[in-house]
């Protein structure tokens, strides 16, 4: 039978110069120029493993790598989504809002705050599972009505906040009103009951390239509180160029509208939908 070593070395001998350069260069594209090939089982085992982890290394690494973007964009969305509502929080509105106000196409916008009139009393006499379920009815209402370019917000709790897109003084009026009715519409039933609110709206017509975030927000919540306590219906604080002192005084002074033919709507439409169980 021979010595097997021998016989391979006798076989290696017996190969032809271009046969040996063959060889040294498919291991030299393996990177393991240099090297004697592999001969026996053990050998041929081990040179096959090595050969898998380095097949098995790159996908192992960019496994690692998707997951580890997929978790990072997780987080980002939590941190700028409001868990309640699904809608962007106070913090990725506000960052939406700064585009916005920095877009070169310097479209006329209009920021509505919308304040929700009766949720405490919804939290206290039915329940606050209650109330979040109604908040996230409201959002589903309020996300119906927006449109391109628009942006909606939840600050938390019973504000929300929309930015009006590409619309004038007037249709940003129109679309204030379109918001109040979606969330008068808006209800959650809980066994017989029908739970619902309503809702003021402080509205601020503006160009972009005229105010400053703070500035903006600050006046709609103005406007929005001044709706709350004279009519529960809709202000419409409208500024060319907002003042940088902006006070409640002045909001009530530039009111285009106060619309307090509503207020007896409002209530009567408050009586048969907040029926809570005693």
């Keep these: ?22 060889i040294a260069g498919f291991w030299s594209h393996l990177g393991l120029a240099g090297f004697r090939p592999a001969q026996r089982t053990l ?24 997951e580890h973007r997929a978790l990072t964009r997780r987080l980002v969305r939590r941190a700028n989504t409001d868990p309640l509502s699904g809608l962007p929080n106070r913090n990725a509105f506000e960052t939406q809002m700064r585009l916005a106000l920095r877009d070169p196409a310097n479209v006329p916008l209009a920021l509505a705050y919308v304040d929700l009139d009766n949720l405490k009393l919804v939290n206290d006499t039915a329940s606050h599972l209650v109330g979040d379920a109604l908040i996230r009815a409201i959002a589903d209402g309020l996300r119906a009505q927006m449109r391109s370019g628009d942006v909606l917000g939840h600050l938390g709790g ?24 979606a969330i008068e519409n808006s209800r959650h039933g809980l066994g017989d009951e029908q739970y619902g609110t309503t809702a003021s709206i402080g ?20 406007a929005c509180f001044s709706a709350n306590t004279s ?7 409208v500024a060319t160029r907002p003042p940088p002192n902006f006070t409640l005084p002045s909001v009530a002074s530039r009111s285009i509208n106060t ?16 029926k809570f169980g005693l």
């Design 1 to 22: 039978g021979g010595n097997p070593e021998y016989l391979a070395k006798q076989k290696a001998k017996d190969k032809t110069p271009e046969e040996i350069e063959k």
């Design 259 to 274: 619309y307090a033919a509503c207020t007896a709507a409002t209530l009567m439409l408050a009586i048969p939908i907040l």
């Design 158 to 181: 019973d504000e929300f906040v929309v930015l009006l897109h590409n619309v004038t003084p007037t249709i940003a009026r129109e679309r204030a009103h379109a918001l109040l009715h």
């Design 43 to 66: 050998e041929v085992a081990i040179l096959l493993i090595y050969l898998c982890l380095l097949a098995i290394l790159p996908m192992v690494l960019a496994l690692s790598v998707n």
């Design 203 to 222: 509205l601020v017509p503006f160009q972009p390239e005229q105010v400053e975030f703070a500035e903006v927000l600050s006046q709609a919540d103005a």
């Design 231 to 237: 009519s529960k219906c809709l202000t419409s604080a």
